[in-house]
């Protein structure tokens, strides 16, 4: 696959991903709802974004809080 084929395929599944979000996100109970659905996505991707940019110890320390805040949330 060429570089540039990877890119626009990359884009074009970060769209329907996008759009899938928009889509649940309007068919929530609430738009209070919603917005704090948008909200957890862009955390998320945001997360996995510094992951894949930040190799090494970087990737390794986002990997540890992620994981300490999931293990924190199975506490309660």
């Given amino acids: ?3 540039s084929s ?6 074009i599944l970060a769209l329907a991903l996008l759009i899938l979000v ?3 996100a309007f068919k929530m109970d609430s738009p209070m709802q919603g917005v704090l659905f948008l909200l ?7 997360l996995l974004y510094l992951f894949i ?3 090494g110890f970087s990737g390794l320390a986002v990997a540890v809080m992620l994981a300490a805040f999931i293990f ?3 506490k309660r």
């Fill in 6 to 11: 990877l890119h626009m395929f990359l884009n």
């Fill in 22 to 24: 928009l889509v649940t």
């Fill in 53 to 55: 940019s930040f190799p």
């Fill in 72 to 74: 924190r949330q199975n």
């Fill in 40 to 46: 957890a996505i862009a955390v998320v991707c945001g």
């Fill in 1 to 3: 696959m060429k570089n």
